[in-house]
């Protein structure tokens, strides 16, 4: 048979062979069935002193094309093979996997949450105000006088003269008043600030729920009321609840609420300072100064104010002795709740 029939026929033969091997094995088997000293390309050669001259130069020239190209794809598929070989036994499939860690919601955001949703659940929305805020809308609105001690550099943070980081989110009761018409019913939580030495209980930075309420004929009864069904929903049916007559610029009457001691049921421990009792938010009837310094007619307007911290409830509803771990970021810390 023609020599130049027999290479293209190999070379097809080759071909098929090389795409039906599946292991490292059967390459090697190819590799010697065609390239070793007694293969089929060798054999090949061999013919070539049997051929006239002119076939010869041809022949010789195809027989070194299919060689080279069957040396490479056979070098290449074993070389690829070792390389995976390698990656194999660098892998110990018995090995445990490494775990993903996922992040949670931090524990003053779940307990916003919760909050939000009580109150959402008796029809109050939920708004938002800026952290950086005039001194009107913190103080001046509300009724403070313009020498009250809460003004002073000692308690504020100022960034001039009239604008400041926010002591209490009450400002947000101004800005949502002068925006909208009555009747308005919302909690606004937020991020507040009072220039504070850091320790274990308090901090320079913390967090409040502001409550209002503005309507024709709201009463104090309403305010007890609502404040009672928070309490018990957030810290339990049994809690009791005692309303102290107190002073706020903004709320007139005002009073601090206390709840009976859910962690000694009233009895006294550590906690509650053996006084049976912890100190939870304060609130009042909205001042008619606070009215008419937004436009509403006090005469005819009516409303109820809250406002709460969300540190404190926290430690005391989670056992966390530092108000600093809050804002430490100790994956260890975060991860329990
Ligand atoms: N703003 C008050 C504070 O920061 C809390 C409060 C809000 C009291 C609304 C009465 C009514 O302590």
Known sequence: MNIQVRIKEIRTEFDSEFSACLSLEDFNNLQRKYLSRKGIVASLFKEIPKLSADEKRSAGKHLNVLRKSVEEKISEAIQSFQKKKKIDLSMDVSLPGTPEIYGNKHILSQVMDEINSIFNEIGFSVETGPEVETDFNNFSSLNFPENHPARDMQDTFF??????????????????????????RFISPGRVYRNEAINARSHCMFHQVEGLYVDKNVT?????????????????????????????????????????????????????KHTGWLE????????????????????????????????????????????RMFWENDIRFLHQF
Not at 167 to 175: D, P
Not at 241 to 252: K, V
Not at 305 to 318: D, H, I, N, S, W
């Open 159 to 184: 960034i001039t003269k009239d604008v400041l980081l926010r002591t209490h989110t009450s400002s947000v009761q101004i800005r949502v008043m002068m925006d909208k018409e009555p009747p308005l």
């Open 220 to 272: 104090f009864a309403e305010l007890k009321g609502t404040v009672e069904y928070f309490c018990k929903r957030f810290f339990g049916k049994d809690v009791a609840l005692r309303f102290r007559p107190s002073f706020f610029p903004f709320t007139e009457p005002s009073a601090e609420v206390d709840i009976s001691c859910f962690l000694c049921g009233g009895s006294g421990c550590r906690v509650c």
């Open 280 to 323: 939870i938010l304060g609130c009042g009837m909205v001042d008619p100064n606070v009215f008419k310094s937004v436009g509403f007619d006090p005469e005819k307007i009516t409303g109820f104010a809250f406002g709460m911290g969300v540190e404190r409830p926290a430690m005391l509803k989670y056992g966390i002795t530092d108000i």
